[in-house]
Nanobody, 116 residues
Framework: QVHLVESGGGLAQPGGSLRLSCAAS????????MGWYRQAPGKQRELVAT???????NYADSVKGRFTISRDNAKNTVYLQMNSLKPEDTAVYSC??????????WGQGTQVTVSS
């Protein structure tokens, strides 16, 4: 059975930082493209960042220079370091594991709230 479990969400002040983690089990983690997506109230889910098995990264323009995605294949974990947080970063952040044209899985999501 596949599980993607996010952690690290919470409340941060504008300009602050949070680090999200997503621990995967039940999949060949190193073979999957791992990603973070977010959905704010009343908005569609959007891509935040992805990282391939080889470590190639891709970011939404809105988070470039502020967020960093990384992965530890030995720990089956993907991270999202979020710096210089803005109120518009407030959303539910979800972890995604994708093996193109084969399978895809989602975590349950973790709330990130940026507010003073």
């Amino acid at each position: 059975q596949v599980h993607l479990v996010e952690s690290g969400g919470g409340l941060a002040q504008p300009g602050g930082s949070l680090r999200l983690s997503c621990a995967a089990s039940g999949i060949l983690f190193s073979a999957y493209i791992m990603g973070w997506y977010r959905q704010a109230p009343g908005k569609q889910r959007e891509l935040v960042a992805t990282i391939t098995s080889a470590g190639m990264t891709n970011y939404a323009d809105s988070v470039k220079g502020r967020f960093t995605i990384s992965r530890d294949n030995a720990k089956n974990t993907v991270y999202l370091q979020m710096n210089s947080l803005k109120p518009e970063d407030t959303a539910v952040y979800s972890c995604n594991a994708e093996w193109p044209r084969v399978s895809a899985y989602w975590g349950q999501g973790t709330q990130v709230t940026v507010s003073s």
